[in-house]
C-alpha cells in the first residue's frame, strides 16, 4: 500500500525495514482482521487464554513512548528531509565555484579496465568543452589562475582562498623564475607579451595595445629577415631584453623530483591535456592499422616469408680447382 518511490528514498536513507512495514500496517488500520499485536509485539493486548493482567493498548503505547517518538511516518519524513537538505547544499557549493572549477574538478585518473578508459575519456571530453565554455563567457577565470600560479611561483607563497595577486610583475617572473631558452624569438616574444600583461595589470590598456601592435611588427620583420632580429629587435621602442639572465635558464630536474609542466600550469589541467593527447594517439594508431588494405598485408606477409625461404637455399661459392702437373708438360 505504499509507494514505491518512497519505499525506494526510505531503504536509501536507511530506514528500518521494521519501521516500513509499521507504517504498512498503519495504512491498512481499518481493516478489520487488524490488531494491535501486528502493528507492535511489544504492545500487551487482550488475550482472553492468558491469566496475565490486561493492559489496554492505549496505556501500553503511552507508557513505552513509541506513540510520539517512534513514529514510522515522521522518521521517515524527517529523513528525505535531510537528504533534500544536503542534495541543495552541494548544488549551492556547485554554484558558488567558478566554471573554471567545475570542469577542472573531477576524477579522470585511467585504469586498466576498458570500460573505465571509456568512461574517463568521456569525461575529458566534457571537461575540454566546458574549458572553452568558461574562455568564452568568463576569461577573467582563465587569467586569475595563471596569475594566482605566477605570483606564487615569484614570491613563494602559497595565496590563500579569495586572495588576489598584488603586486604582480609578469617580466620578473619571465626574468628570474621562467624556464624560456636564450633563444632570441622565444626571448623577444615572452619579453613583450609579459609586458603586454604588466600594462594591463597597471590599468594601461592604451600602452598594452600599442606593445601588442609592436610585438606583431617584430615578428612580422624577423620573418622578412629571414629570422634574424638586426632590424626587428629596434623596432620595440624599449630595452633590449635581459639575455644574460635568460641565458641561466635551464630545463628542470625531472630526475630530481620537479614536475616536467609549467609552473603556470594547473595540475588537473595537465592532466586533462594529457588524457586527450593519449587518446588521439591511440585514435591515428588505430587508423593507420586499419587503413592497410588485406592485399597490402598479404604482400608484406609473403615476402616475409619468400625471404625466410630463399636465405637456406644459398649456396657457397665454389672455389677454384688447382692446376695439375700433368697440364703443364708440352704435347710430346
Same mark, same amino acid.
Given at each position: 500500500m505504499l509507494d514505491a518511490g518512497v519505499v525506494?528514498? /526510505? %531503504?536509501?536513507?536507511?530506514?528500518?525495514?521494521?519501521?516500513?512495514?509499521? &507504517?504498512?500496517?498503519? &495504512?491498512?488500520?481499518?481493516? $478489520? #482482521? &487488524?490488531? =494491535?499485536?501486528? &502493528?507492535? $509485539?511489544? !504492545?500487551? =493486548?487482550? *488475550?482472553?487464554?492468558?491469566?496475565?493482567?490486561?493492559? $489496554?493498548?492505549?496505556?501500553?503505547?503511552?507508557?513505552?513512548? !513509541? +506513540?510520539?517518538?517512534?513514529?514510522?511516518?515522521?522518521?521517515? !519524513?524527517?529523513?528525505?528531509? /535531510? %537528504?533534500v537538505e544536503i542534495l541543495s547544499e552541494e548544488k549551492k557549493k556547485k554554484a558558488a565555484s567558478s566554471s573554471l572549477d567545475n570542469a577542472l574538478d573531477g576524477s579522470y585518473g585511467l585504469s586498466g579496465d576498458a570500460s573505465a578508459v571509456q568512461a574517463s575519456g568521456k569525461k575529458a571530453a566534457a571537461a575540454r568543452r566546458s574549458l572553452r565554455v568558461a574562455f568564452e563567457r568568463s576569461p577573467q577565470e582563465i587569467y586569475a589562475l595563471i596569475e594566482r600560479l605566477m605570483q606564487e611561483d615569484l614570491s613563494s607563497q602559497t595565496l590563500g582562498p579569495g586572495q588576489h595577486p598584488v603586486g604582480l610583475n609578469a617580466r620578473a617572473w619571465t626574468e628570474f623564475r621562467s624556464r624560456i631558452g636564450n633563444y632570441r624569438t622565444n626571448v623577444y616574444c615572452s619579453w613583450s607579451a609579459a609586458g603586454i600583461?604588466?600594462? !594591463?595589470? @597597471? +590599468?594601461?590598456?592604451?600602452? #598594452?595595445? @600599442?606593445?601588442?601592435?609592436?610585438?606583431?611588427?617584430?615578428?612580422?620583420? /624577423?620573418? %622578412? *629577415?629571414?629570422g634574424s632580429w638586426t632590424l626587428a629587435g629596434e623596432l620595440s621602442l624599449e630595452g633590449a631584453p635581459p639575455f644574460s639572465s635568460f641565458a641561466k635558464h635551464t630545463q628542470p630536474a625531472v630526475r630530481d623530483g620537479e614536475s616536467p609542466f609549467s609552473r603556470l600550469l594547473d595540475p588537473r589541467w595537465a592532466e586533462l591535456a594529457m588524457i586527450h593527447l593519449e587518446d588521439t594517439e591511440k585514435y591515428l594508431t588505430k587508423r593507420k592499422a586499419l587503413g592497410r588494405t588485406p592485399q597490402q598485408q598479404g604482400q608484406k606477409e609473403s615476402s616475409t616469408e619468400e625471404g625466410a625461404m630463399m636465405e637456406p637455399q644459398r649456396r657457397p661459392k665454389a672455389k677454384p680447382k688447382a692446376k695439375s702437373l700433368a697440364s703443364t708438360g708440352s704435347g710430346d
Open positions: 525506494h528514498a /526510505a %531503504i536509501q536513507a536507511g530506514v528500518p525495514e521494521e519501521n516500513l512495514q509499521q &507504517m504498512q500496517q498503519l &495504512m491498512a488500520r481499518g481493516k $478489520p #482482521a &487488524m490488531k =494491535v499485536k501486528d &502493528m507492535n $509485539p511489544n !504492545l500487551a =493486548v487482550d *488475550d482472553a487464554l492468558s491469566e496475565d493482567d490486561v493492559v $489496554p493498548a492505549e496505556e501500553g503505547l503511552q507508557g513505552s513512548g !513509541l +506513540g510520539e517518538e517512534c513514529d514510522p511516518l515522521s522518521t521517515s !519524513l524527517g529523513k528525505l528531509t /535531510a %537528504i600583461l604588466d600594462s !594591463l595589470t @597597471a +590599468g594601461d590598456t592604451a600602452k #598594452a595595445r @600599442a606593445r601588442a601592435c609592436l610585438l606583431l611588427l617584430m615578428l612580422d620583420q /624577423a620573418s %622578412i *629577415d629571414s
